[in-house]
């Protein structure tokens, strides 16, 4: 008995310490993400670049604060022409939109729209294809109209660059 109770001991303090380092990742996340919006409000986005560079998508919390950061730091990389960190970021705002789990706002819906050509445009069709897959499983039994004629735009970005391209040729 002393035995398995210092192994479920163990295992529960194994849990605890993965649970504290998870915690520790997030609380990290959003001190960088406050840090770059005060970057971006003194017009130092390379600086804001650089900071959130290093937070990983699954640690990011949902927040309107972050969204508006990636929304910016996706657009500025974006004009920059780095297609890679624009759709890195645009990834982010995509998870930092969904706040309430919902099938969010127009306004988020439409931020959708600038994922799929920025990951095209990166030419990771694989994360592309991935995109288009969770977002039509997660608006698959939307009943709101905005949200599903932005997926549906989503799902031909690829389509339409190929039409768009035979007719140049």
Known sequence: DALRNQARLRGEAERA???????RQEAEARAKIAQAAVFLSRNKT????????KIQIPVAEPSLEAAGVFRSLGEWNVIQGRWKPASDRLL?????NQVDQSDMTDAATRDLLRVGPTLVAAGD?????QFVQDTITHFASTRNPVAAEQVIKISLVVLGLTAIAQVVV
């Open 17 to 23: 310490r993965h649970s504290e380092a998870q915690l």
């Open 46 to 53: 390379a600086e804001a670049d650089q900071l959130v560079d």
């Open 92 to 96: 982010m705002l995509v998870q930092a």
């Open 125 to 129: 069709m694989t994360r592309y294809r």
